[in-house]
């Protein structure tokens, strides 16, 4: 525990240190390492994105050119295939391969563009999150929806995250295995991704594969988290709608406010409402109804809804579907969509810029060199965790004034 808050406490630290103005000037050169761009490219302010694009492009070989072309081509003709090696690409950590991935990125955004300014800059794709806590049937509910979805004509992308282990670092990828009539729907695509560590179970690139989906044709964006607290606040900062999944017997719901989670619902969803469970899931849509007359509205357009649906007997599935088509009319209407997708866009970069600092400062070679014996006296109750996040930054200042 003494070690976790160790770690906590030097992320802090790193990221106030970076915000102070006398460190600007290095937190540029830290970002230019990080996200493998020449420092030319970004001391520039007036290049646009197609010219740092075009920059990636020029340092291409053959090789790499036929392949940026073949994914990209496969990726809007609309293959699983293409969409699965993608995405791939984009969760390596191999530096080559990141540039790589950036410059396909960049070809797919402005794909995107041009087919919302054909929309009348409107979104062409639903992204809306799903979480809940374990057993609340959130795989079982894509599934159905998803069938449903696919049925009327929509093209349904599911990106599941499963948690990895802490001891192994593996994963069982079960939601491909338990949706499995809708992972043979030829208009359905599903990916799992472990967590692989990711506080909150949404890995730094499911905002990624969610435009490499979009560009791909899906019109609909479901995410599945793992449920497990802090991944409810992560997936609500990259999709238009987020969904709380809870079973009937979850508790009161003063335990869904006192966790926060039903804070950033904008449908909260009953599941299993069928058999003997009928009237505990009443019990708790009236109470769930009841609780959120009590909470902020976060929207101006919409007041968040409780609903009852059952994934066996099918019985609220459609009106499930039609609460999130009302709300994403209502909010299209309104111009809050739009705006909240540009928000998302601005937390997720400083979300990565904070990652990708972070894993510069761990690389440090006067913080490699003393951060051994720090962790050590930090176990054994030498010195703090805020003492020795200091020292470790002055061992990062220090040696980087001197360079």
């Not at 563009?113 to 999150?129: H, L």
Request: net charge positive; aromatic share 6%.
């Amino acid at each position: 525990m003494t070690f976790f808050f160790f770690k906590l406490s030097l992320l802090s630290r790193i990221v106030h240190y970076l915000s102070s103005s006398s460190t600007v000037k290095h937190s540029n050169e830290v970002l230019n390492s990080a996200i493998f761009l020449k420092p030319r490219v970004l001391s520039r302010h007036t290049r646009t994105e197609s010219t740092a694009a075009s920059q990636h492009i020029q340092d291409l070989s053959g090789p790499e050119q036929r392949l940026l072309n073949k994914l990209y081509d496969g990726l809007i003709g609309g293959q699983r295939a293409s969409l699965a090696e993608c995405i791939t690409l984009v969760e390596t950590q191999h530096p080559r391969k990141k540039e790589l991935a950036q410059v396909l990125l960049q070809r797919v955004l402005a794909y995107r563009r041009e087919q919302e300014s054909r929309n009348g800059g409107k979104p062409v794709a639903f992204r809306v999150g799903l979480s809940g806590p374990p057993g609340a049937g959130k795989s079982s509910f894509i599934e159905v929806v998803g069938k449903m979805l696919t049925g009327r004509g929509h093209k349904v992308a599911v990106l599941a995250v499963d948690p990895s282990s802490c001891t192994t670092g593996g994963s069982l990828m079960g939601d491909k295995t338990r949706m499995t009539e809708l992972s043979r729907d030829m208009n359905a695509f599903i990916r799992p991704s472990p967590t692989s560590g990711t506080l909150g179970g949404v890995t730094r690139t499911t905002n990624e594969a969610i435009v490499l989906c979009e560009g791909a044709g899906y019109d609909i964006i479901l995410v599945e988290t793992v449920g497990v607290g802090q991944s409810e606040f992560a997936v609500a900062d990259m999709v238009d709608m987020f969904v709380l999944l809870i079973p009937p017997a979850g508790g009161d719901e003063l335990q869904g406010i006192k966790r926060g989670i039903i804070e950033r619902a904008e449908l909260v969803v009953v599941t299993k409402s069928d058999g003997d469970l009928v009237v505990p899931a009443r019990r708790i849509q009236a109470e769930y109804t009841s609780a959120l007359k009590l909470l902020r509205r976060q929207s101006k357009s919409w007041n968040p809804k409780v609903v009852r649906a059952s994934s066996q007997t099918f019985e609220g599935i459609p009106e499930v579907w039609a609460k999130m088509e009302a709300y994403r009319e209502a909010t299209l209407a309104s111009g809050e969509l739009q705006g909240r997708r540009t928000a998302q866009q601005k937390v997720w970069m400083w979300s990565l810029i904070q990652e990708s600092v972070l894993c510069h400062f761990q690389n440090h070679p006067g913080v490699r060199e003393a951060l051994p014996h720090l962790e050590e006296r930090v176990t054994k109750g030498a010195i703090s965790p805020g003492l020795a996040a200091d020292l470790l930054l002055r061992a990062f200042s220090s040696s980087s004034s001197s360079q």
